[in-house]
T-cell receptor, first 112, second 112 residues
Framework: DSGVTQTPKHLITATGQRVTLRCSPRSGDLSVYWYQQSLDQGLQFLIQYYNGEERAKGNILERFSAQQFPDLHSELNLSSLELGDSALYFCASTAYPTGELFFGEGSRLTVL | SQQGEEDPQALSIQEGENATMNCSYK?????LQWYRQNSGRGLVHLILIRSNEREKHSGRLRVTLDTSKKSSSLLITASRAADTASYFC????????????FGQGTRLTINP
């Protein structure tokens, strides 16, 4: 158990819909990363927060947004969903940026 | 584009043999990390090597880093069936951004 909790574990929705994925980092970790992993693919970096502030951005689509709240949990919002958004979405936390990442078990999103 | 590129993409060996995976990257790095992922699960951190280190050991794992060639290798000695997984390298760039960028991974299969 990494200490990082992601909900929901599985989500099935239709094209055009909006979903919110939630991440609770390890106790004491200030930094949260979001990654997208499509089938048999590597991890695509989406965005990183540190203590509530956005610190780094990857190839995150404009339809996607994220935030980190004062209690350090983070949410990833995906809107106007397309079939190609079907993927595993991972959250990871770390005590300091670029340090060892602790990953959650992921949220598997299926868009039909 | 991905910073790290693993080679080979897939590797199949017999139990007890050694497995070597390579990672090449493009820009100057702060550190390089190796992670393991069992199918559909969250990634697990294996080892972190800093840019001023050349070799690091952890149990049956040995990681080398050659910054002049921008490459790293992960050696798993005396492989076991339980080592079957995908292995990813991740790099933390020196240039400002705090993101950790992952490669596409090497899929390792250990045959009993």
């Amino acid at each position: 158990d990494s200490g990082v909790t992601q909900t929901p574990k599985h989500l099935i929705t239709a094209t055009g819909q909006r979903v919110t994925l939630r991440c609770s980092p390890r106790s004491g970790d200030l930094s949260v990363y979001w990654y997208q992993q499509s089938l048999d693919q590597g991890l695509q970096f989406l965005i990183q927060y540190y203590n509530g502030e956005e610190r780094a951005k990857g190839n995150i689509l404009e339809r996607f947004s994220a935030q980190q709240f004062p209690d350090l949990h983070s949410e990833l919002n995906l809107s106007s969903l397309e079939l190609g958004d079907s993927a595993l979405y991972f959250c990871a936390s770390t005590a300091y940026p670029t340090g060892e990442l602790f990953f959650g078990e992921g949220s598997r999103l299926t868009v039909l | 584009s991905q910073q790290g590129e693993e080679d080979p993409q897939a590797l199949s060996i017999q139990e007890g043999e050694n497995a070597t995976m390579n990672c090449s990257y493009k820009t100057s790095i702060n550190n390089l990390q190796w992670y393991r992922q069992n199918s559909g699960r969250g990634l697990v951190h294996l080892i972190l090597i800093r840019s001023n280190e050349r070799e690091k050991h952890s149990g049956r794992l040995r990681v080398t880093l050659d910054t002049s060639k921008k490459s790293s290798s992960l050696l798993i000695t005396a492989s076991r069936a339980a080592d079957t997984a995908s292995y990813f390298c991740a790099t933390a760039s020196l240039q400002g951004a705090q993101k950790l960028v992952f490669g596409q991974g090497t899929r390792l299969t250990i045959n009993p």
